[in-house]
């Protein structure tokens, strides 16, 4: 089938000349922003994705969003749903906090989905292998996870956590929400050696808000970040404008898929019948 918009009229090539692998202007840029990722733990590419394609993608989103599955639960900043009995009430594994967002799967998306048309750029993933910088990317072979739009309406929030995967995460703003919904991080709570427990729980606290920068999410920004040691949230969304935000995953080896029983409680019953878990 082909595709409403072709990969050049999705990306913003007048500002980031992504095919061009020889432009003077691609090299500087993806020598500064390795840089910021390295030192940062994100970096943001704003207005990569050009207008049109960001209506096309908000019109998509909205258009699926009553088959969205709604995240809804309690949760620590590890990502558990269980108290840990072994540890304090106010330990940082104890601390719960809400987490309500909306998932649409990559089995929803139209075959000629723009989100799709971006994710399968090679042109985009040679980019992006090129920022994060530690080596090839391959396209994720699972039915559910590769591109997925995430919705927050009023009252949605994701609270602090850490990302369960060691890798990076690439979150494009479709839409952001009129108040609220801003995304922000508190780099280096912990390292891959050392938990900091004391320093995690003062950030859940609100105790360590000198920590945390909001990271600028104007429409059209990619934004490459390292979540697994570094917390971070998206604010509570007022108003009615929904925040709707592409999230995409790419592997470090080609042939990967998801866990089943992780895709039923991602995406929700109509996955877990699929897959009959
Ligand atoms: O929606 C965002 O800006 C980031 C969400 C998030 O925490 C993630 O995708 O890991
Ligand atoms: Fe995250």
Redesign the pocket.
């Known amino acids: 089938m082909s595709r409403a918009v072709g990969t050049s009229g999705i990306v913003n090539d007048q500002a980031y000349p992504i095919a061009d692998s020889l432009n003077t202007a691609r090299k500087e840029l993806v020598e500064r922003l390795r840089a910021e990722l390295e030192e940062n733990l994100y970096c943001v590419l704003p207005e990569f994705v050009t207008p049109e394609a960001l209506a096309a993608m908000t019109q998509e989103a909205k258009d699926l969003q009553p088959y969205a599955n709604h995240n809804n639960s309690l949760r620590n900043c590890y990502l558990h749903r269980q108290k840990d009995e072994t540890f304090p009430d106010d330990h940082a594994r104890n601390l719960q906090d809400r987490s309500s967002v909306r998932m649409i799967a990559y089995d929803q998306l139209a075959e000629e989905s723009v989100l799709k048309a971006f994710y399968h750029s090679e042109d985009v993933r040679q980019l992006v292998s090129e920022i994060v910088n530690e080596g090839n990317l391959y396209e994720n072979e699972d039915p559910y996870q590769p591109a997925n739009y995430?919705c927050y309406q009023s009252g949605d929030e994701?609270s602090w956590?850490f990302?369960a995967d060691n890798s990076f995460?690439m979150?494009l703003m479709i839409q952001p929400s009129s108040i609220g919904g801003e995304?922000q991080m508190s780099p280096n709570t912990r390292s891959d050696s050392e938990q900091n427990y004391s320093h995690v729980s003062a950030v859940l606290q609100g105790q360590r808000d000198d920590t945390i920068v909001a990271v600028g999410?104007e429409p059209g920004a990619l934004?490459i970040f390292k979540?697994c040691n570094s917390l971070?949230?998206?604010t509570p969304v007022e108003g009615d404008v929904l925040r709707i935000?592409g999230?995409f995953v790419y592997e470090f080896s080609p042939g990967v898929v998801g866990d089943p029983e992780v895709n039923a409680t991602i995406y929700g019953s109509h996955v877990a019948a699929k897959s009959g878990v």
Request: glycine share 6%; net charge positive.
């Open positions: 995430v994701s956590h990302d995460t979150t995304f999410r934004c979540g971070h949230r998206v935000m999230v």
